[in-house]
């Protein structure tokens, strides 16, 4: 998972996964956190499964999180 800015088309296409994500989580009336980069899922992988792998890797960063509410979710294809 990475959040890179590439110079190049050329290099974004190489450089970035193939779906770009956001991840919003919430400890009420504590604390929020918000997350974002790009990702090629493994093949075969659902929307879910990237859930909680984004999840997984945000909440193994910071693990006070890991009860936290899910605030907002994008996954979309990393083309425009």
């Not at 998972?1 to 779906?19: F, K, P, R």
């Not at 919003?24 to 093949?43: D, F, K, N």
Request: net charge negative; hydrophobic share 35%.
């Amino acid at each position: 998972m990475t959040s890179q800015t590439a110079t190049s088309t050329t290099t974004q296409a190489t450089s970035q996964g193939s779906h770009a994500w956001v991840l919003t989580l919430e400890l009420p009336g504590r604390e929020m956190t918000t997350q974002y980069g790009t990702w090629t899922p493994p093949a075969g992988a659902t929307r879910h499964d990237v859930f909680v792998a984004l999840k997984e890797h945000l909440v193994a960063q910071q693990p006070q999180m890991a009860s936290a509410n899910t605030i907002f979710f994008s996954l979309e294809p990393n083309q425009l």
